[in-house]
């Protein structure tokens, strides 16, 4: 979990994961939109990332309050076609802050597939937002449609490399005119 003021681990925590009831809630009823209802053992639910890890972290007797499931940006159909080409898969339409929930959810789960298929997702696509970063027409023709699919570490990925390079062209210009 980040710092609790800051804005993109907030916005992480509110992302909803799919959540099992495995037991009868008096009341609760209002979470699946049947104000005054009781929530039965069974239901399913989406519920914010922080709610669903504390409800699911926090047994009453023999078993947890919810099982989670994990999230619809996390589902194997994702997972295959980044395996397949990372670069070509749109991260920002999955989750804008698709590592961020991805490393909060995995927290919660052992899924060292899952682990592995990101890391290298992120070592790919990190090379590739290098290059766009660097390029003077990198964010125009081509590149455009992928730096469209960062998350939002990503962006920041960018804007950090982007930043550095034009740094790193007026520190050069600045020597070349003292030369």
């Not at 940006?73 to 920002?92: H, S």
């Not at 959810?105 to 070592?123: A, G, M, R």
């Amino acid at each position: 979990m980040g710092s609790y003021y800051n804005i993109d681990a907030i916005l992480t925590d509110a992302q909803k994961l799919p959540c099992t009831f495995e037991l009868d809630v008096p009341g609760l009823g209002f979470v699946d939109g049947n104000a005054g209802a009781d929530m039965k053992k069974g239901s399913q639910v989406s519920l914010p990332l922080w709610l669903g890890g504390y409800l699911a972290l926090q047994p009453i007797g023999p078993s947890p309050i919810v099982n989670l499931d994990l999230p619809a940006c996390l589902a194997p159909r994702v997972l295959n076609a980044l395996k397949a080409d990372p670069k070509t898969v749109d991260l920002r339409a999955q989750a804008a802050y698709f590592y961020e929930l991805a490393a909060r959810t995995l927290d919660l789960f052992e899924e060292d597939e899952i682990v592995e298929v990101l890391s290298e997702t992120f070592k790919k696509r990190a090379g590739e937002i290098a290059d766009h970063a660097h390029n003077a027409q990198g964010a125009l023709g081509e590149g455009a449609d992928f730096l469209r699919g960062l998350d939002e570490m990503e962006r920041q990925l960018f804007r950090a490399a982007h930043d550095s390079s034009k740094m790193m062209r007026l520190w050069m210009g600045e020597l070349k005119k003292k030369a």
